[in-house]
T-cell receptor, first 115, second 112 residues
Framework: ETGVTQTPRHLVMGMTNKKSLKCEQH?????MYWYKQSAKKPLELMFV???????ENNSVPSRFSPECPNSSHLFLHLHTLQPEDSALYLC??????????????FGPGTRLTVT | GQQVMQIPQYQHVQEGEDFTTYCNSS?????IQWYKQRPGGHPVFLIQ?????EVKKQKRLTFQFGEAKKNSSLHITATQTTDVGTYFC????????????FGTGTLLAVQP
């Protein structure tokens, strides 16, 4: 596999369910990101990880819980979600050095529907 | 906080017409990046501009970075149906983070 992969591609869950989104990058990058994309806010940064350490939490509700076990893998654990959390969740990676100096590579996204 | 705005939000053109989207930042940027997202797809990096007044071309696409490094534009000459999608600009938030602030995006529709 090359680039950035995400699973599952589609997910439907009830408000009481617990599920996890997975992201894996095969680019040797050390920074990984979660974005939320909805009609209201096109690309909304959620979390940033650099060398497995969380460096940014963009005031995300605690029902979203990220996990980065190593520089290649990123998870987003979901629990007690609301219907307004329905959106496309995109994972991205980039080189880590420098402030926004490097392009980001996005995965195909997980289309999440909360019922 | 830092904001990156794009205009227009939506543009519908006939195939063969030109198209331009404009990106404006509330702060000076060290660089500007452009991404394209096809319908049903994910953002894909197109280009990065670093120097004040820089102009770069990719076939029918021309990218420009403003002299003050607060604005940028993407111009497509003679649009084709393959140009359909949303175009985002993005700039660094500054400081020690490598966070990109994405613009609001411009959705381009091309009628054959």
């Amino acid at each position: 596999e090359t680039g950035v992969t995400q699973t599952p591609r589609h997910l439907v869950m009830g408000m009481t369910n617990k599920k996890s989104l997975k992201c894996e990058q095969h680019l040797g990058h050390n920074a990984m990101y979660w974005y939320k994309q909805s009609a209201k806010k096109p690309l909304e940064l959620m979390f940033v990880y650099n060398f497995k350490e969380q460096t940014e939490n963009n005031s995300v509700p605690s029902r979203f819980s990220p996990e980065c076990p190593n520089s290649s893998h990123l998870f987003l654990h979901l629990h007690t979600l609301q219907p307004e959390d329905s959106a496309l969740y995109l994972c991205a990676s980039s080189q880590s050095l420098g402030a926004g100096d490097y392009e980001q590579y996005f995965g195909p996204g997980t289309r999440l529907t909360v019922t | 906080g830092q904001q990156v705005m794009q205009i227009p939000q939506y543009q519908h053109v006939q195939e063969g017409e030109d198209f331009t989207t404009y990106c404006n930042s509330s702060t000076t940027l060290s660089n500007i990046q452009w991404y394209k997202q096809r319908p049903g797809g994910h953002p894909v990096f197109l280009i990065q501009l670093v120097k004040s007044g820089e102009v770069k071309k990719q076939k029918r696409l021309t990218f420009q970075f403003g002299e003050a490094k607060k604005n940028s534009s993407l111009h497509i000459t003679a649009t084709q149906t393959t140009d359909v999608g949303t175009y985002f600009c993005a700039g660094p938030s500054g400081g020690a983070t490598n966070k990109l602030i994405f613009g609001t995006g411009t959705l381009l529709a091309v009628q054959p």
